[in-house]
């Protein structure tokens, strides 16, 4: 089937379900400003964006999860501050929901009971 759509098939380290669970680990510290993170299928990882601001506690509570699963997590560093917008789907269009997306139906749900 992968040969027919002309793609090559590749053994992975991790599943999906696997990185699934990682992303949900993740957004249970829901809140840590300047933050993002979504399942990267292209490597196989979670990547996890931290932006100035961050302080080195809530960077150590998102460190924490990360080093449980080893290189099913990747954290990347950045410069500057996380915009208001969700960049997540153009990267990662099939993820769940991503922490800003979350933030906004909950205060959508108590504007409008």
């Known amino acids: 089937m992968v040969r027919k ?3 090559t098939s590749k053994l992975v380290e991790h599943n999906a379900a696997e990185l699934e ?9 829901a809140g840590i400003s300047n933050t993002s993170w979504g399942v ?6 979670v990547s996890v964006k931290i932006y ?10 998102i ?3 990360a080093a449980d699963h ?6 990347e560093r950045r410069p500057g501050q996380a915009g208001a917008y969700c960049l997540c789907h153009a990267r990662w269009p099939w993820h769940r929901f991503c922490r800003l997306h979350v933030q906004r139906w909950v ?7």
């Open 21 to 29: 669970a990682v992303h949900g680990e993740l957004d249970e510290l």
């Open 52 to 61: 100035d601001g961050v302080s080195s506690a809530e960077r150590a509570r």
């Open 5 to 7: 759509a002309r793609g």
């Open 70 to 75: 080893g290189d099913a997590v990747r954290i």
């Open 40 to 45: 990267d299928p292209s490597s196989n990882q």
């Open 63 to 65: 460190e924490r999860v």
């Open 107 to 113: 205060q959508r749900s108590e504007r409008f009971g």
